[in-house]
């Protein structure tokens, strides 16, 4: 066990009792229990008193289980934007909000945080990453992970290890040295483990070739059972990423302790019948259940066993919600609205205030000219990215709504959009569908059996049949009927995306067919949630309404535990000016406007879970329209909306620039903050934010015969671009907030707690602006030249700071012991390389204002 890791937090002394109930089970009892009964539920067992224990996705809010398709459920700000608050403190509020909403939901365990790392920009899920730093990644998710499990509720750290890159991500082996693979991609874990003690772990769906063992993370046998268990001391189960088990004998005995989602998979019979045979040992089989029933204790889902076919005995109730006295079955509080308000402000960065304009005088606002609010994203907010993460949300406030409540009333506010920056179209609205058979709003659905018997069916109004699935088990086919009116003269572009095998037709002619029976597959790569789409277009001549006639004929696609469904996105593109008149028209209005606030970013047909960015420019007509709002009005704000870097090659030309993330379902509220000035942005970049694509260390994760090769060593992230003497955009770390800071001195005496090493470095601070402000210090460890190979430079520790106008503050940053270290393949464990090491201390990893030296050795690191 590693002798840094405490005993796991809820464990208790003994789990003798446990161990006794395990025997009462015969084998197939026993290998029932370890695959889901459902796609969120594990299996119950009264001889044991286990109650089901229930999973949902995070990490941007927790989703529930689907059992009621209007749930709907708080929206956090993405990770990515948690990951800009640099503050440990708010993501344990955040943790303890998530647990509040999974009592609320029902829900045991909650697959989140993220510990994967933004190794490339371009990478699907960046959003859902806190860093390109394996440091600050480490220290949000444990307190994430306290946050949800100190209210009761289990975290479940993903994905287990080097899940970096969407590409064939079902299908890819990350091919990593073993210095790379300690030092970076299993630092965050190994960090979560020792001071959060997660009672759940999510092994990837890719697989690790780490130079001694090359398989799938489900059959893992070094990485899961030899460091995460053995070494580590992690005593909860290990569950697969959904439908990511692929073998019986493999997985079982290569660590992986929970198969999801079920009832179906590989396990089951299979795995009985592997124990039998002497291919699975039997004790493996039993510290599986010995760990699923320790996840069951710590969530309140185990009590007294009971008699099968009876009632069980009540339970306490699943708890209440944490922080705010709400009961399973409450509604969200204003306390929590405010928590994820003030997280989206918080993390907000000022990336450049050259004029000073912000924050914006309210009082100085023409009532006449007033605040244009420009872009793509301002008339339509992205507030999470796309993929399992996503939360229907309980209430979204727009960048508008916003503003105008903000605002004061004698103030004027327009809104402007200068572009679609969409290659999709959106959904065709309800005003224009007709159901052909009743005539009332809405596309009929029926539902056929193999044969062609209609079982039922019923009518929605709505162009989005994504998901579909509320039909009878006997359903083979749903197809879907309506009635497009359109009145409006000129060209009409009607867009079809299906899935799996499919007929559309048009007005009786056949426009678009698929035959894709992969099912699960279309789960795992997210084309059930973006599928391809096929377009065709449509004229009015003026002489009155044309009717059109769609029939979108859907074989039910089986996706194994995800369950049986089809998908239809019916979206239409209406006559309408053209993107250069409504660039002039923002224009215009920008010209007009006292102040104008230009909002641009991504959607979700740039940032999702199933596949990569191939680049990282904003959709179009983005930069042109910035640029020219700019050139209009010298008070130009731009907002960048975005989870993940994208250029901005523009950033040298506006006066103001603040980057906003996904900023979840506060959003309108948490920018009228910042931007009026009732909240400091006082986030910094968790990554680095190139200027130039051809400048960026890893430019993509795409696999080549199957493998992604992590070349650049324990070189990621910002120490890539120290190494290179590249000049980024803004620089990792980076942000401006409301005030100016002066470093006047930098000290570090050995940290005070005996045996832990490491140092306690002390930084006297002063605010020299005119306004209150919050402020990150940064430590950054620079490694004698003599030693190993390292980084030029690496996050050894950070704090925060708060002083009023002409302020002195003291920040008191720990640099731990495990800063110091290497890992040493020869001898298969840490050293501390001895010598005097270098402690830089600033505002950013370029703005390095103050060093002190120390010498470290074999006593300073363990």
Not at 807 to 833: C, L, Q, T
Request: charged residues 25%.
């Amino acid at each position: 066990m590693n002798p840094l890791s405490p005993p796991a937090p809820g464990r208790p002394a003994d789990d003798a009792g446990l161990r006794r109930r395990i025997r009462a089970l015969d084998l197939e009892s026993k290998v029932r229990l370890l695959t889901g009964a459902s796609l969120w539920e594990l299996p119950c067992e009264p001889r044991l008193g286990l109650r089901p224990v229930v999973m949902s996705d995070g990490p941007q809010g927790v989703r529930g289980t689907g059992e009621d398709p209007g749930a709907t459920g708080l929206l956090a700000p993405a990770p990515s934007a948690v990951g800009a608050t640099w503050d440990p403190e708010a993501a344990e509020r955040l943790g303890r909000l998530f647990a509040a909403e999974a009592r609320r939901k029902g829900v045991d365990v909650v697959l989140a945080p993220l510990l994967n790392l933004q190794r490339t920009p371009v990478a699907g899920r960046h959003f859902e990453y806190f860093s390109e730093d394996p440091l600050l990644t480490a220290v949000l998710a444990a307190a994430v992970v306290r946050g949800l499990q100190d209210a009761g509720v289990a975290a479940c750290p993903k994905h287990f290890v080097a899940n970096d890159s969407e590409t064939d991500r079902t299908r890819y082996r990350s091919r990593i040295d073993e210095r790379t693979l300690r030092e970076v991609y299993l630092a965050p874990f190994e960090q979560v483990v020792a001071e959060a003690g997660p009672w759940s772990v999510m092994a990837a769906y890719s697989g690790t070739d780490d130079g001694t063992e090359s398989a799938p993370m489900t059959e893992h046998r070094r990485l899961l059972r030899g460091v995460l268990k053995e070494e580590w001391g992690f005593d909860g189960p290990v569950v697969s990423d959904w439908a990511a088990t692929r073998s019986t004998v493999a997985s079982a005995v290569g660590g992986l302790d929970l198969v999801m989602p079920g009832p179906d998979g590989p396990w089951g019979a299979a795995l009985t019948a592997a124990v039998r045979a002497g291919e699975v040992p039997a004790e493996l089989v039993d510290d599986k259940v010995l760990r699923l029933l320790r996840l069951a204790r710590r969530t309140g889902r185990l009590g007294d066993p009971w008699e099968p076919g009876t009632p069980p005995p009540p339970l306490p109730a699943r708890g209440t919600g944490a922080g705010d006295g709400t009961g399973v079955g409450d509604g969200p509080s204003g306390e929590e609205f405010a928590l994820l308000r003030e997280i989206a402000a918080h993390g907000t960065v000022l990336l450049r205030d050259e004029a000073g304009l912000l924050p914006l005088d309210p009082d100085a606002l023409g009532g006449t000219a007033g605040v244009a609010l420009i872009g793509p994203n301002a008339v339509d907010p992205y507030l999470q990215g796309g993929g399992s993460a996503f939360v229907p949300a309980v209430r979204t406030v727009s960048f508008a709504e916003g503003l105008r409540a903000a605002l004061p009333e004698r103030v004027r506010l327009t809104v402007h959009r200068g572009g679609d920056s969409r290659r999709r179209p959106p959904f065709v609205p309800a005003s224009l569908l007709t159901d052909p058979d009743g005539g009332g709003p809405g596309v009929r659905a029926d539902h056929l059996d193999a044969d062609g018997r209609r079982l039922g069916g019923e009518v929605r109004a709505t162009g989005d049949w994504g998901g579909y699935g509320d039909f009878p088990s006997a359903t083979h086919r749903v197809v879907l009927r309506t009635v497009l009116t359109l009145d409006e003269p000129g060209t009409h572009h009607l867009e079809f995306g299906c899935v799996g095998r499919f007929r559309v037709d048009v007005d009786g002619g056949t426009v678009f067919r698929g035959d894709d029976d992969r099912g699960v597959g279309l789960v795992l790569d997210s084309s059930h949630n973006h599928p391809r789409t096929h377009g065709v277009d449509l004229t009015v001549d003026g002489t009155g309404p044309r009717r059109v006639e769609v029939t979108a004929d859907l074989t039910v696609v089986d996706a194994d535990g995800y369950g049986r469904f089809v998908t239809a996105h019916l979206r239409l593109r209406p006559p309408g000016p053209s993107p250069e008149e409504e660039i002039a028209e923002a224009v215009a209005a920008a010209r007009r406007a006292d102040v104008a606030v230009v909002v641009v970013g991504t959607n979700e047909e740039v940032e999702s879970e199933g596949w990569d960015r191939t680049g990282l420019e904003l959709p179009a007509p983005q930069d042109e329209l910035v640029r020219r709002v700019a050139a209009a009005n010298p008070r130009t704000v731009v907002v960048v909306n975005a989870g993940a870097p994208v250029l901005l090659p523009w950033a040298g030309e506006v006066p103001a620039l603040l980057w906003a993330w996904l900023p979840g379902q506060e959003a309108g509220h948490a920018l009228a903050d910042v931007l009026l000035g009732r909240a400091e942005p006082a986030g910094r970049l968790p990554w680095t934010l190139p200027a130039r694509a051809e400048d960026v260390p890893v430019p993509d994760a795409l696999p080549a015969d199957g493998t992604v090769d992590y070349t650049e060593g324990v070189h990621i992230g910002h120490r890539a671009w120290d190494r290179a003497g590249l000049t980024p955009a803004f620089p990792f770390g980076h942000g401006l907030g409301w005030t100016t800071w002066a470093y006047e001195s930098a000290r570090a005496v050995p940290a005070e707690r005996e045996g832990t090493g490491g140092f306690r470095v002390t930084v006297e601070l002063v605010n020299t602006g005119p306004r209150g402000g919050r402020e990150t210090v940064q430590v950054y460890l620079e490694a004698p030249p003599d030693g190993p190979e390292r980084p030029p430079r690496t996050l050894a520790g950070f704090t925060t700071v708060r002083a009023a106008a002409g302020e002195r503050v003291r920040a008191d940053v720990d640099v731990p012991a495990r800063a110091f270290r290497v890992w040493d393949p020869g001898s298969g464990g840490w050293k501390v390389p001895p010598g005097r090491y270098r402690l830089r201390v600033g505002r950013s990893s370029r703005d390095l204002r103050l060093s002190a030296d120390v010498e470290a050795g074999a006593g300073t690191g363990a």
